[in-house]
């Protein structure tokens, strides 16, 4: 089992940063991928960023290529994702997502997944 906690979520002005954490707890976390998805009022949840288990992929929908950067923290079981120049458009509730080996790091399906993180851009 691995339970995800997500933080780091708030209101940013257009061309801001934020970073998001998920803190999981649980052995397992290691050794799976681990991923961030985000859902706007009104739309499905999309893919935004993925990493492999011990790090050395990362995978980034459009959107968030070069400007996202998904990592994390092997020792403090923490999976980051820092946004940097923020537009409205990326204005949604952030989730944290883990453990996609019964299909692939982009789509999952994923078999745990955090409360989410509020992100909202406006000036």
């Known amino acids: 089992q691995v339970q995800l906690v997500e933080s780091g979520g708030g209101l940013v002005q257009p061309g801001g940063s934020l970073r998001l954490s998920c803190a999981a707890s649980g052995r397992t976390f290691s050794s799976v991928g681990a991923a961030w998805f985000r859902q706007a009022p009104g739309k499905e949840r999309e893919f935004v960023a993925a990493i492999s288990s011990r790090g050395g992929n990362t995978y980034y929908a459009d959107s968030a290529k070069g400007r996202f950067t998904i990592s994390r923290d092997m020792g403090k079981n923490t999976v980051y994702l820092q946004m940097n120049s923020l537009k409205p458009e990326d204005t949604a509730a952030y989730y944290c997502?883990?453990?996609?080996?019964?299909?692939?790091?982009?789509?999952?399906?994923?078999?745990?997944w955090g409360q989410g993180t509020q992100v909202t851009v406006s000036s």
């Open positions: 997502a883990a453990d996609a080996r019964r299909g692939t790091l982009r789509t999952g399906p994923y078999d745990y």
